[in-house]
C-alpha cells in the first residue's frame, strides 16, 4: 500500500512569491500526478509524469524517483493559485488514484 | 473542450435510501472511475470500470454500492441503502486508457446522508 504524503499543509504567501510543495511516496510508482481542487471542490488535473520535469505556464512539476519524492512549483504567484494542490500516484499496472491529503495554498494581494 | 458532467450536483437523502449517481465521461474515453471525499478528508478510490466490467475496487465498495453503463454515454453509481457515513462529495472521473493516463474529473456530486 502506497502512502502519499505531502508538505506543508497549509501555505500561505505574498502575491509574486515562489511557491514549493513537496510530495514523498513509499512505494515504487508509475505515475505521480498534481491535481488542483478549487473551493467549490472540482478538480483538475494539472500534471502526470514518471520521470524529470515537466512546466506549463507558471508551473513546474519535477520527480526524483530514486528519492521517491516529487515537488510541484509556482512562479510568480497570483491570488488565483489559491487551491488545494493534490499529489496523487498510480502503481504498477493498476488505474486507481492514490491520493495525498493536499496542500492548501493561499496567495494574498 | 470536452468534459466530465455529473448529476444531481448536490442530494440528500434519509438513512436507507437508495441514490443513483449520474456521470457522462468524455466521449472517447474508455476508463471510467469514481472516487469519495469525505469532508476535510482525502479523495478515495472507490472503483474503476472498463470494457463494461468493474476493473478494480476498494475495500471501501462493498455490496452496498454497484455501478453500470446502462447505454453509451451514462455511468452510474448506485448506494442501496444509503447510511450516515455515505455523506460525502463523489467523483466521477475517466481517461482515455487506463494505468498511467491523465484521469479527468468531473464536478462532483455533493451527498448528505441525514
Known amino acids: 500500500k502506497n502512502e502519499v504524503e505531502q508538505s506543508p499543509q497549509n501555505l500561505t504567501a505574498q502575491e509574486g512569491e515562489f511557491i514549493t510543495i513537496n510530495c514523498s511516496y513509499s512505494v515504487g510508482i508509475s505515475a505521480l500526478h498534481w491535481l488542483q481542487q478549487h473551493p467549490g471542490g472540482g478538480i483538475v488535473s494539472l500534471f502526470m509524469?514518471?520521470?524529470g520535469k515537466k512546466k506549463h505556464g507558471r508551473l513546474i512539476a519535477t520527480i526524483n524517483i530514486q528519492e521517491k519524492h516529487s515537488s510541484l512549483h509556482i512562479t510568480a504567484s497570483h491570488p488565483r493559485d489559491s487551491a488545494v494542490y493534490i499529489c496523487a500516484v498510480t502503481q504498477g499496472g493498476s488505474e486507481k488514484l492514490v491520493f495525498g491529503k493536499g496542500t492548501k495554498l493561499t496567495v494574498n494581494p | 473542450e470536452p468534459e466530465v458532467t455529473q448529476t444531481p450536483s448536490h442530494q440528500v437523502t434519509q438513512m436507507g435510501q437508495e441514490v443513483i449517481l449520474r456521470c457522462v465521461p468524455i466521449?472517447?474515453?474508455?476508463?471510467f472511475y469514481w472516487y469519495r471525499q469525505i469532508l476535510g478528508q482525502k479523495v478515495e478510490f472507490l472503483v474503476s470500470?472498463?470494457?463494461?466490467?468493474?476493473?478494480?475496487k476498494s475495500e471501501i465498495f462493498d455490496d452496498q454500492f454497484s455501478v453500470e453503463r446502462p447505454d453509451g454515454s451514462n455511468f452510474t453509481l448506485k448506494i442501496r441503502s444509503t447510511k450516515l457515513e455515505d455523506s460525502a462529495m463523489y467523483f466521477c472521473a475517466s481517461s482515455v486508457l487506463g494505468a498511467g493516463e491523465t484521469q479527468y474529473f468531473g464536478p462532483g456530486t455533493r451527498l448528505l446522508v441525514l
Open positions: 466521449s472517447n474515453h474508455l476508463y
Open positions: 470500470f472498463y470494457n463494461n466490467e468493474i476493473s478494480e
Open positions: 509524469l514518471s520521470s
